[in-house]
């Protein structure tokens, strides 16, 4: 599956931002997405996942914020954030994990498939 990101931009502190991730080659609904992120000098970090049977999981640091969702039908995946905070600047990255198991999974080696990457700025 090939994934496209896209939707990232700046923001202001407390402004949203809506990500989407379109697959091609392959159906979304056949995957288990995850959205992680990576700031400079930092590793990359899980932020959020919804598996095939439509569960999410999402870090603590975005709980409540952050909603991840599935449109079955144009192959694409969100990431609508809201509240948004300057430590929430990163490039956001959306992946595709084939696996069978349609839990919790924070293991970017889980995930067999990447997109680009699009980069998000929030302003204080």
């Known amino acids: 599956v090939q994934l496209q990101a896209s939707g990232g931009g700046l923001a202001q502190a407390g402004g949203s931002l809506r990500l989407s991730c379109a697959a091609s080659?392959?159906?979304?609904?056949?995957?288990?997405m995850g959205w992680f992120r990576q700031a400079p000098g930092k590793e990359r970090e899980f932020v959020a996942r919804?598996?095939?049977?439509?569960?999410?999981y999402y870090s603590d640091s975005v709980k409540g914020r952050f909603t991840i969702s599935m449109d079955n039908a144009k192959s694409t995946v969100y990431l609508q954030m809201n509240s948004l905070k300057p430590e929430d600047t990163a490039i956001y990255y959306c992946?595709?994990?084939?696996?069978?198991?349609?839990?919790?999974?924070?293991?970017?080696?889980?995930?067999?498939?990447w997109g680009q990457g699009t980069l998000v700025t929030v302003s204080s």
């Open positions: 992946a595709a994990d084939a696996s069978a198991y349609g839990g919790y999974s924070a293991n970017p080696k889980n995930y067999g498939s």
């Open positions: 919804i598996s095939r049977s439509g569960g999410t």
């Open positions: 080659g392959r159906t979304v609904s056949r995957y288990h």
